[in-house]
């Protein structure tokens, strides 16, 4: 019922920016969490950023300085902003939405993940 349907991946070279975007629909009643996860080949997936109710962020050391997330309530979405880009930074960025529909517990919902790579 909830859908998180992420854009904005690409090719980029080293130093460069991209802006993900994710944007939640359906019958989402409360948010309690968003953020980015990344799974490059072969590796296990990591968390990125995350932002919380009060807006709290959070950032892995590896992306500190660089990446920033932001939400927009109106829109139901939630950006990564992506900067000085390193070819590690490659992998596949999947938007998760911790919340709950109404009268529901809380749940994970994921997006299908969108496709980063960073050339040198």
């Known amino acids: 019922q909830v859908q998180l349907v992420e854009s904005g991946g690409g090719l980029v070279q080293a130093g460069g920016s991209l802006r993900l975007s994710c944007a939640a629909s359906?019958?989402?009643?409360?948010?309690?969490?968003m953020g980015w996860y990344r799974q490059a080949p072969g590796k296990q997936r990591e968390v990125v950023a995350s932002?919380?109710?009060?807006?709290?962020?959070n950032y892995s050391d590896s992306v500190k300085g660089r990446f920033t997330i932001s939400r927009d309530n109106a829109k139901n979405t939630v950006y990564l902003q992506m900067n000085s880009l390193k070819p590690e930074d490659t992998a596949v960025y999947y938007c998760?939405?911790?919340?709950?529909?109404?009268?529901?517990?809380?749940?994970?919902?994921w997006g299908q993940g969108t496709q980063v790579t960073v050339s040198s």
């Open positions: 932002i919380n109710i009060d807006s709290i962020k």
């Open positions: 998760v939405l911790r919340g709950s529909e109404y009268q529901k517990m809380v749940n994970d919902y």
């Open positions: 359906g019958s989402i009643f409360r948010i309690n969490a």
